[in-house]
């Protein structure tokens, strides 16, 4: 009698556990596609506000802002060195000998210089070419901050699928845990096997608190960033907008992968800040030393000068032109500034060359991992769909002891692998897109998206 009453109780105990493992325990977060529905939580900050406020709190933008506005007075200041020096005295004298007197003198004079070697006009080429580095750079930490906020953003999108899915594995070594406890109540499976599941379910347990300070840490660094409260989760993001992109990305063959490459080599080459930065270096560089050549040549000023005197003998006037060339002799020194700066020309080119061959091999890296997480988004979904009805066979089995808890908990652990990797390639894929944003200098992905054939 009391064999079939624990019976009794295990069969009523593995209907309810199976309903509820088999029924609800992976369809939260199920695939359907390749693709989630796009359902958004209400309130919270969307990516573009997230951009927005990152933006706004950037120290190094407004670094590089101010760093712009000081280019431009030295640019300023450079052009008004061009123009005539006016100068005006005056004065008074008062003698004290045995008759005093009592005289005055007013002049001005203006002064310009005639032929400096161009050394005039270089500086004020280098100063231009020094407003445009800084704007270079300003775009540059622009990029950097949007690359940021969006990594940030999908950072904890990422860490809170991490969550649903470490609670989902919880929750399916618990159902595994309880199928145990029944059997072996009623006698069908060794206590080996109940501790095996013991096991499972206080790692699946350590995953989600792990999982969960992930998130914590996430949310700190985007709340720090931003300077904003963020709600209880961030709005879904809906990668149904990205589905054909990704499709067409996952069809490319390795020709249409290189000339994706070349295509957005071309956009970035012409548009990175980084390298309009050292390309501006460079022409910097070559200009400095053509202003130390210009040390080799004469230079020509003029000046005029006129003035009244006042005195108890009467008013006189004076005036002067005059023209003044001078020619360094010191042509050793000329020469060493010369060769110095000749010398920092040469590493601003090797400087250029390694930028552009940097740019180029992160550029090629970040259209490989575009395209390679494309692909992985639609085979990790198939692989995930194929897991969980394996499990939900192996589950029944299990409740029907037809197979081992072994078996079930393989088909548990290749459910949370696979869910992992389909949750990892879809965030790499946005990750990416954000990386090659940053890499072309476009602030429009639509543009980068059109680009993919």
């Known amino acids: 009698m009391r064999n079939n009453y624990i019976r009794s109780i295990y069969l009523v105990l593995l209907a309810l556990v199976g309903l509820w493992a088999g029924g609800g325990l992976w369809a939260q ?41 000081s280019a431009l007075l030295v640019e300023k200041g450079q052009a008004y060195a061009a123009l005539p020096g006016v100068t005006a005295t005056t004065g008074a004298k008062l003698g004290l000998a045995a008759t005093p007197s009592l005289s005055g003198s007013a002049g001005i004079t203006v002064s310009q210089t005639i032929w400096d070697g161009g050394s005039g006009r ?4 280098i ?43 919880l929750e399916a070594a618990s159902a595994s845990l309880a199928l145990a406890q029944a059997k072996l109540e009623a006698g069908i499976i060794t206590k080996a096997e109940l501790l095996k599941a013991q096991a499972e379910s206080a790692a699946a347990e350590t995953g989600l608190g792990q999982a969960s300070l992930s998130l914590r840490a996430g949310r700190a660094k985007l709340a720090s960033l931003t300077g904003l409260s963020l709600p209880a989760e961030l709005p879904g993001l809906d990668f149904g907008a990205y589905e054909g992109l990704m499709r067409r990305l996952a069809g490319l063959d390795e020709a249409g992968l290189e000339g994706l490459v070349q295509s957005l080599w071309t956009l970035a080459a012409a548009n990175n800040p980084s390298l309009a930065s050292a390309s501006l270096a460079q022409d910097t560089a070559r200009l400095q030393t053509d202003k130390a050549k210009a040390g080799y040549l004469p230079s020509i000023s003029a000046a005029f000068a006129n003035g009244l005197s006042l005195a108890e003998a009467g008013t006189s006037y004076s005036g002067s032109l005059s023209v003044t060339a001078s020619l360094p002799l010191d042509l050793w020194n000329t020469a060493l500034a010369v060769k110095e700066k000749s010398l920092a020309a040469e590493a601003s080119a090797l400087d250029l060359e390694e930028g552009r061959r940097g740019l180029e091999l992160e550029l090629a890296q970040a259209v490989y991992t575009w395209a390679s997480a494309s692909r992985s988004v639609f085979s990790s979904c198939k692989a995930l769909d194929y897991a969980e009805s394996n499990y939900t066979s192996v589950l029944e089995s299990y409740r029907l002891s037809l197979v081992s808890a072994s078996a079930l908990s393989d088909a548990a652990s290749l459910v949370s ?29 639509g543009l980068l998206a059109r680009m993919v054939p």
């Open 122 to 125: 270089i500086l004020a080429a």
């Open 29 to 69: 977060t199920a695939p359907t596609g390749a693709t989630p529905t796009g359902a958004t939580v209400s309130g919270g900050i969307s990516l573009a506000q997230a951009r927005a406020a990152v933006l706004a709190r950037s120290r190094d933008l407004r670094k590089a802002g101010i760093a712009v506005e």
């Open 127 to 169: 100063d231009a070419l020094s407003t445009k580095a800084a704007r270079a750079e300003a775009r540059a930490a622009y990029f950097s901050a949007l690359e940021t906020a969006d990594l940030a953003w999908y950072g904890v999108l990422a860490q809170e699928e991490a969550v649903r899915a470490a609670r989902s594995d």
């Open 417 to 445: 692998t696979d869910r992992k990797a389909w949750n990892s390639a879809r965030y790499t894929f946005l990750e990416s897109l954000a990386a090659l944003r940053t890499l072309t200098g476009q602030e429009d992905e």
